[in-house]
């Protein structure tokens, strides 16, 4: 990817999380009888999310920086549900971690001549 499209990709990333995490933080004023309780971390939740869908559009565009990302989020993720005490996806993201780690390894190997 050109230097442009990274950079238009890390401020659509920011923006679109900022924009998600205060819908996220108020779900609980605009639809109390689904979200009884306020989110515990919106803004890192939107984060994730938005670098998660950012991650699959490069995945499916096959760019080797989908693994970045996936990176970014597995680490947040992880320390994320660890505080919410949700250990056993916190091992799941471990585990998610790992594999995005030997992605990046695996498509940086083939690339290289």
Known sequence: MAF???LF???GIIVMAIVIGFIIRDLHIYGPNYFKIRA???FADSFVMVLSI???FLLAKKKIENWILWLIADMISIVLFFKKEIYFLSLEYVIFLFIA???LY???R???P
């Open 40 to 42: 515990a971390y919106p």
């Open 4 to 6: 442009h499209e990274r």
């Open 101 to 103: 780690s030997y992605g």
């Open 54 to 56: 950012a991650a699959t």
């Open 9 to 11: 990709f890390v401020v």
């Open 110 to 112: 083939k690339i290289q």
């Open 106 to 108: 695996n498509w940086k």
